[in-house]
C-alpha cells in the first residue's frame, strides 16, 4: 500500500471513530447522565475554589505550577488513552479528549493548593504532594474506577497512577522553581 492509500485510510478510520465516540457519548455520556453532571462538578467546584483561596501575590508562580501539571498529565493521559492504557469512558463532551475534566482541573486546581499552601507555609512539598499524589491515585482513581468513570487495560493498575502523579508534580515543581530562580536572577 502507498503513502497516499495508507494516509487516506487512517483519515477514513478517524473518521469512523469520531461518529464512534459522538455516538457513544450522547447514549452514554450526556445531558440525561449522572456522568455529565458528575464531569461537571469536577470542572466548576474546583474552578470556584480556586478563585476564592489562591494566593494573588503569587498568582502567575502558582498558575505556572499549575499549567505545568496540566499539560504534563494532559500529554501522558493521551498517549496512554491513544494506546487503551488508561481510559476515561465518560468525558463532558465527545469535542474534548478524554479524561480533560481530571486532568485540565481537578488534579492541577489541588496540586496548585497544594503548592501554595507549602510554599508559603514553608512545608516540605514532596512529602505532602506524596501522600496526595496516594490519595489522587488510590482514592479518587479507585471510585473512578469503582463507577466507571475509569478503565485500566494491560497491566495499568493504581500504582502506576500514583507513580505518574508523583512523575508529574515532582516535575512540575522544579520547572516551576527553575523559572522562579530565572525570574529572581534576570529581572530583579
Known amino acids: 500500500m502507498g503513502q497516499e492509500q495508507l494516509y487516506n485510510q487512517i483519515i ?6 469520531n461518529q464512534l465516540i459522538n455516538e457513544y457519548w450522547t ?17 466548576i467546584i474546583p474552578l470556584v475554589i480556586l478563585y476564592f483561596y489562591i494566593d494573588k501575590k503569587k498568582l502567575f ?26 481510559v476515561h469512558p ?5 469535542l474534548l ?20 499552601h507549602c510554599t508559603n507555609r514553608d512545608k516540605n512539598f514532596y512529602m505532602y504532594a506524596a501522600v ?10 479507585g471510585i473512578s474506577y469503582a463507577v466507571e468513570l475509569l478503565k485500566m487495560h494491560k497491566g495499568m493498575n493504581f500504582t ?12 512540575s515543581y522544579w520547572v516551576t522553581k527553575l523559572f522562579c530562580k530565572f525570574k529572581r536572577s534576570h529581572f530583579k
Do not use: R
Open 12 to 17: 477514513e478510520q478517524k473518521e469512523k471513530l
Open 27 to 43: 447514549s452514554y455520556s450526556s445531558f440525561d447522565t449522572w456522568y455529565f453532571w458528575f464531569n461537571m462538578v469536577t470542572v
Open 97 to 116: 479528549p478524554f479524561g480533560v475534566t481530571v486532568t485540565a482541573v481537578l488534579f492541577p486546581v489541588t496540586f496548585m493548593l497544594l503548592y501554595q
Open 160 to 171: 502506576y497512577l500514583f507513580f505518574i502523579d508523583i512523575a508529574v508534580v515532582f516535575v
Open 61 to 86: 508562580e502558582i498558575c505556572f505550577f499549575g499549567y505545568t501539571a496540566h499539560m504534563l498529565w494532559a500529554n501522558v493521559d493521551n498517549i496512554l488513552s491513544e494506546n487503551n492504557i488508561l
Open 90 to 94: 465518560h468525558t463532558l463532551t465527545h
Open 132 to 141: 496526595a499524589s496516594l490519595l489522587f491515585a488510590y482514592g479518587f482513581g
